[in-house]
């Protein structure tokens, strides 16, 4: 009897997940870590991140295998199988449908999208990319949901940019919907609004449209959607993908898809000068990505009602000057930091006060940078420091023309000899 209950319950807790981007940094440990969980996974990738290696002409530092190798690998380890369709979310709308009808899965996470904010502003031809794939993608993704009338959850990797980290200062970020009173003819009225949108790129612009899109389809069709603001991701292994030399997850260190933390690690790690853009007075939210991939298990395991409006989470764990993350690197390394002109559009200094209690109040214990964590970055990257072309170290996609014609790359200062000068953020 006492067997017979155990198996119900193990039956009962298979769900099916369908991993939209499966094969990129999120997407290859979260796949893993559902799986070891007991999840029954499948991969859908056009492994279109994995061209746009080879366009810009650099790998991730560490050395990824093929997917069928990385996967064969998981079988062996795990003795679980996880498929994998190579399909384009974008444009091979049947198709996407096709796999979810033969799949029937419970939730699908959605990652498979063009995530780097300078690869989307590199050209005209990269800003219609951006846009096409990822715009597209989300449309294709819910309209085949709807007509597959079956009940999904979809769990979406949206981002903190969303918001424009902190226009008012002193207020704190909510997670998703803003309170607000409007004047009416029978006096003030109380309401929720999305949070008003303001992007600073054109993917992060692509980010904001999907929040609308989820925000239509959820009124019009009553999907159960769950939509993470994520911050800026570091780290590079999880439990999962440190289990095999086989699993290891991608590091992205170049100017374009290197987020400011790994790139600082990596930097420090072959003794290259810590790239600040600018004052170094913006401030960001982090999250390690053994944490993305707990919380995306966190969100899979608490769907929202079916009548529930879109589900918003910040998934953030604390936030950080870029300055200040520097200056804790070069602590631990050595490390000189210099200030480069910064290629983008942005505020020169910003402070950011996040809400973050959804995910701490389903259990969520947050990885934080000064769990020498930081220290196992830089072991991973001198490890694989002979893998790094230099020359892709320094940004190469600018925001506005002005600042193509204007600017060659160079650094304008190095702080650790003069910290008072003033320099353009
Ligand atoms: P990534 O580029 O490493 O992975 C994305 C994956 O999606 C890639 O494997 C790519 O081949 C695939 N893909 C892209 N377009 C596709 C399409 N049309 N059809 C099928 N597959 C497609 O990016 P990541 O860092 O893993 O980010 C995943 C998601 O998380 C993104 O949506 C990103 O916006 C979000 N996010 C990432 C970060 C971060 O710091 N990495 C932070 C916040 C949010
Ligand atoms: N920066 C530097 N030096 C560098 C690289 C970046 O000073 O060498 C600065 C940038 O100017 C920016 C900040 O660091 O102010 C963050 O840049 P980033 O490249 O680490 O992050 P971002 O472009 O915002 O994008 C990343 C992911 C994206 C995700 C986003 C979350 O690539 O997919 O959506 O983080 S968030 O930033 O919270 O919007």
């Given at each position: 009897m006492q067997q017979i209950k155990i198996l119900m319950v193990e039956v009962e807790m298979a769900k099916r997940i369908l991993i939209l981007g499966g094969d990129g940094f999120c997407g290859w440990p979260t796949a893993l870590r559902l799986s070891g969980q007991g999840f029954e996974v499948a991969i859908i990738d056009n492994l279109s991140r994995r061209n746009i290696d080879n366009e810009l002409c650099c790998e991730s530092l560490t050395p990824i295998q093929s997917i069928r190798t990385r996967l064969q690998t998981w079988a062996e380890i795990s003795g679980k199988e996880i498929p994998f369709s190579h399909l384009d979310i974008a444009r091979q709308p049947e198709q996407l449908l096709a796999s979810i009808k033969t799949w029937q899965p419970e939730a699908i996470v959605h990652f498979a999208e063009q995530r780097a904010a300078p690869y989307s502003m590199k050209s005209a031809w990269h800003k219609r990319y951006t846009v096409d794939n990822n715009v597209s993608g989300t449309n294709n993704l819910l309209a085949a949901i709807v007509e597959s009338g079956l009940d999904i959850h979809l769990v979406h990797l949206g981002t903190m940019g969303v918001y424009g980290y902190?226009?008012?200062?002193?207020a704190s970020i909510p997670e998703g919907y803003l309170p607000v009173k409007i004047e009416t003819e029978m006096g003030w009225q109380e309401t929720d609004i999305l949070h008003p949108a303001d992007p600073g790129s054109v993917y992060h612009t692509t980010k904001t449209i999907d929040q609308l899109l989820f925000y239509f389809y959820n009124k019009n069709d009553n999907l159960r959607i769950t939509d993470l603001h994520q911050g800026v991701v570091w780290g590079t292994q999880t439990p999962e993908t440190a289990q095999h030399p086989a699993l290891i997850n991608r590091f992205d260190y170049d100017?374009?898809?290197?987020?400011v933390l790994n790139r600082f690690l990596m930097q420090a790690a072959i003794g290259h000068p810590l790239t600040v853009y600018?004052?170094?007075g913006q401030t960001r939210a982090f999250i390690h990505i053994r944490d993305t991939v707990r919380c995306i298990q966190l969100a899979v395991e608490h769907p929202p009602a079916a009548d529930a409006r879109v589900e918003i989470f910040n998934q953030v764990t604390e936030t950080w000057t870029i300055a200040e993350l520097a200056e804790k690197v070069a602590r631990i390394s050595g490390a000189e930091i210099r200030r480069y002109q910064n290629p983008r559009k942005e505020a020169a200094q910003n402070k950011l006060v996040v809400d973050r209690d959804k995910f701490m109040s389903l259990g969520l214990n947050p990885t934080t940078l000064d769990q020498g964590l930081l220290g196992e970055v830089v072991e991973i990257a001198q490890r694989y420091k002979?893998?790094?072309?230099?020359?892709?170290?320094?940004?190469?996609?600018?925001?506005t023309k002005a600042q193509q014609l204007d600017?060659?790359?160079?650094?304008?200062?190095?702080p650790n000899h003069s910290r008072s000068k003033n320099v353009a953020g």
């Open positions: 902190g226009r008012v200062d002193g100017g374009d898809y290197g987020t600018g004052s170094g002979e893998r790094c072309v230099i020359e892709r170290i320094l940004p190469s996609s600018r925001w600017s060659d790359g160079q650094a304008v200062e190095n």
